[in-house]
């Protein structure tokens, strides 16, 4: 089995989608709903509604892809009363609704408390790593602020919530963001958003391939395996064990899954190969996933989660 045990619940497997893709209406969280994915994630909401950067916005690479999106969504409002309206229909079939800020601190706190206010009492993703707000910094690059603003989270919100954090590529960084961390009732964080701030050039042009920023936009795909895989085995080996992992980045295929789970993620997001294949992908990775257990001779992900051998 692909059960996968995320803060208490039992999914039927671990996939999901990362949040960004195939997730701004409720047509197509539907989908996603009914697809093969053990759990999903609505597009990260702001308090007011956006339409995002200009286009070209997403490029497709070789290897993954750049995006620049600009956090374009319906606004906080429409998630919450559609996630109201799931939680309603299915209390047994929990999902995340992902929330962000446009404008930096006071709309982050602002959000929550709209959230804690509200009738919704599943899980929220706190997206602390959106690289695409021109002028304003990833938070969770900010360990003070980002110890700031979850104190100030924690004096009203009482449901359950993780975060989203970015890629970190040195281990003082690793030390930090867990110290702040576990110091707080956090039930998930969420490894990796994309590696923030590339730039891709078209070779036949000479020219980048997004508009917004001159250019630079979020990495995802197989560029970012090691990265996330990094990120996510860290912070397993330096968080409070009450915390689960969602790895996120780079998963093309079973073994890429396999791996994340190795290195200790409970559930697993697919952004950039969601885009690129549909959502066949959930079926297919749940068939290469499943098979790679039985030629181990594993009959659960809990009999290897985290078991990453070293030298
Ligand atoms: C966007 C991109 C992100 O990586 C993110 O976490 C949130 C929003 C965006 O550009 O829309």
Same mark, same amino acid.
């Given at each position: 089995?692909?059960?996968?045990?995320?803060?208490?619940?039992?999914?039927?497997?671990?996939?999901?989608n990362?949040?960004?893709?195939?997730?701004?209406?409720?047509?197509e969280?539907?989908?996603?709903?009914?697809?093969?994915?053990?759990?999903?994630?609505?597009?990260?909401?702001?308090?007011?509604?956006?339409?995002?950067?200009?286009?070209p916005?997403?490029?497709?690479?070789?290897l993954?892809?750049?995006?620049?999106?600009?956090?374009?969504?319906l606004?906080?409002?429409?998630?919450?009363? =559609?996630? /109201?309206?799931?939680?309603?229909?299915?209390? %047994?079939t929990? #999902?995340?609704?992902? +929330?962000a @800020?446009?404008?930096?601190?006071?709309?982050?706190?602002?959000?929550?408390?709209?959230?804690?206010?509200s009738?919704?009492?599943?899980?929220?993703?706190?997206?602390?790593?959106?690289?695409?707000?021109?002028?304003?910094?990833?938070?969770a690059?900010d360990?003070?602020?980002?110890e700031?603003?979850?104190?100030e989270?924690f004096?009203?919100?009482?449901?359950?919530?993780?975060?989203k954090?970015?890629p970190?590529?040195?281990?003082?960084?690793? =030390?930090? /963001?867990?110290?702040?961390?576990?110091?707080? %009732?956090?039930? #998930?964080?969420?490894? +990796?958003? @994309?590696?923030?701030?590339?730039?891709?050039?078209?070779?036949?042009?000479?020219?980048?391939?997004?508009?917004?920023?001159?250019g630079?936009g979020?990495?995802?795909?197989?560029?970012i395996?090691?990265?996330?895989?990094?990120?996510v085995?860290?912070?397993r080996?330096r968080?409070n064990?009450?915390?689960?992992?969602i790895g996120?980045?780079?998963?093309?295929t079973?073994?890429?899954?396999?791996?994340?789970l190795?290195?200790?993620?409970?559930?697993?997001q697919?952004?950039?190969q969601?885009?690129?294949?549909?959502l066949?992908?959930?079926?297919?990775?749940?068939?290469?996933?499943?098979?790679?257990?039985?030629a181990?001779?594993?009959?659960?992900?809990?009999?290897?989660?985290?078991?990453?051998?070293?030298?």
């Amino acid at each position: 089995t692909l059960q996968a045990t995320f803060y208490g619940h039992t999914f039927d497997n671990p996939f999901m989608n990362a949040s960004g893709v195939h997730c701004m209406d409720k047509t197509e969280l539907d989908e996603l709903a009914a697809s093969a994915s053990g759990s999903f994630v609505t597009k990260s909401a702001t308090a007011d509604s956006r339409d995002g950067n200009p286009e070209p916005r997403y490029i497709n690479l070789e290897l993954g892809s750049i995006n620049s999106m600009g956090l374009p969504n319906l606004g906080l409002a429409y998630y919450l009363e =559609d996630a /109201i309206k799931r939680q309603a229909a299915n209390p %047994d079939t929990p #999902f995340f609704l992902s +929330v962000a @800020s446009y404008k930096g601190f006071d709309e982050y706190v602002s959000n929550m408390k709209h959230i804690q206010e509200s009738d919704y009492t599943g899980l929220v993703e706190l997206n602390l790593s959106c690289p695409n707000v021109p002028g304003k910094p990833q938070m969770a690059y900010d360990f003070e602020d980002t110890e700031k603003l979850l104190n100030e989270i924690f004096k009203f919100y009482t449901k359950p919530f993780g975060v989203k954090l970015p890629p970190y590529f040195d281990f003082m960084h690793f =030390d930090k /963001i867990a110290d702040v961390l576990n110091k707080f %009732d956090i039930k #998930f964080v969420n490894c +990796v958003n @994309s590696v923030g701030n590339g730039l891709y050039i078209d070779e036949a042009t000479d020219t980048v391939v997004i508009k917004p920023k001159g250019g630079f936009g979020g990495i995802g795909g197989e560029y970012i395996k090691p990265t996330a895989l990094a990120n996510v085995r860290a912070l397993r080996q330096r968080l409070n064990p009450s915390i689960d992992i969602i790895g996120t980045g780079g998963i093309l295929t079973g073994r890429d899954a396999y791996e994340h789970l190795l290195c200790g993620a409970s559930m697993l997001q697919v952004g950039t190969q969601l885009h690129k294949e549909g959502l066949g992908v959930f079926e297919r990775l749940n068939t290469e996933l499943l098979a790679i257990l039985e030629a181990k001779g594993y009959t659960s992900i809990a009999d290897f989660k985290g078991k990453l051998a070293t030298l």
